[in-house]
């Protein structure tokens, strides 16, 4: 079974930083677009950033530019989510998933998905 392990997340006050890992087992990530969602409560999950194979492509929400940053190790096999200067509003779940195009918002092109990360911005 190909499966995504996210970790990193947890309670930041606002203005803050967090950096959040994607790693794999079972399979080479080198190999895929890898994507980060978020999904607050009440919310549909959006996608927040991506990065195609080969790291020529990539992908950043509106709200985040700036701020967020994505990136891959390919020799520690995770992929990366650096995310400064947090807001309130990026409190919610994260989520890694791999597929074969950095599709931005298109959760449905994305193959293997992870169980998610929480991220709490609050004073």
């Known amino acids: 079974q190909l499966q995504l392990v996210e970790s990193g997340g947890g309670l930041v006050q606002p203005g803050g930083s967090l950096r959040l890992s994607c790693a794999a087992s079972?399979?080479?990530?080198?190999?895929?677009?890898i994507g980060w969602f978020r999904q607050a409560p009440g919310k549909d999950r959006e996608g927040v950033s991506c990065?195609?194979?080969?790291?020529?492509?990539?992908y950043y929400l509106d709200s985040v530019k700036g701020r967020f940053t994505i990136s891959r190790d390919n020799a520690k096999n995770t992929v990366y989510l650096q995310m400064n200067s947090l807001k309130p509003e990026d409190t919610a779940s994260y989520y890694c998933?791999?597929?074969?195009?950095?599709?931005?918002?298109?959760?449905?092109?994305?193959?293997?998905w992870g169980q998610g990360t929480q991220v709490t911005v609050s004073s």
């Open positions: 990065i195609s194979v080969n790291d020529t492509h990539t």
């Open positions: 079972e399979f080479t990530l080198d190999y895929y677009a």
């Open positions: 998933a791999a597929g074969l195009l950095c599709a931005g918002t298109r959760k449905y092109e994305y193959d293997y």
